[in-house]
């Protein structure tokens, strides 16, 4: 099973800006892919970054919040999202989901693709 240790999420003013950083470990395939999701109330949860050992980096169709930086290693790898200019509409719940077997494009899977999740990190903005 790989770990994923969530951090970064908070309380935030709007037009701030906020950085969450996903550390997941545990990888036993050489081919794995992990991504950021979020959740609000009424509505589905919308992928925003993923990374895959084939392809990279990826954007969700649609998404138009989050600048996805990735640090690699050996046995881990590190997903930081960076969102600026934030508004009560990145009020969410953000999850960091992995893959341990599939590397190609991560924003044409579905969701239950990513078999392993982490807990999931608050993220709230209000004055």
């Known amino acids: 099973q790989v770990q994923l240790v969530e951090s970064g999420g908070g309380l935030v003013q709007p037009g701030g800006s906020i950085r969450l950083s996903c550390e997941a470990s545990?990888?036993?395939?050489?081919?794995?892919?992990v991504a950021w999701f979020r959740e609000v109330p009424g509505k589905a949860r919308e992928g925003l970054a993923c990374?895959?050992?084939?392809?990279?980096?990826?954007y969700y169709e649609g998404s138009g919040q989050g600048r996805l930086t990735v640090d690699k290693g050996k046995s881990t790898v590190t997903l930081h999202l960076q969102m600026n200019d934030l508004d009560a509409a990145d009020s969410a719940v953000y999850y960091c989901e992995a893959s341990d077997e599939w590397g190609f494009s991560c924003r044409a899977i579905q969701e239950s693709m990513y078999e392993d999740w982490g807990p999931g990190v608050q993220v709230t903005v209000s004055s």
């Open positions: 990374f895959s050992t084939r392809i990279g980096v990826e």
């Open positions: 545990g990888f036993v395939e050489d081919e794995y892919a």
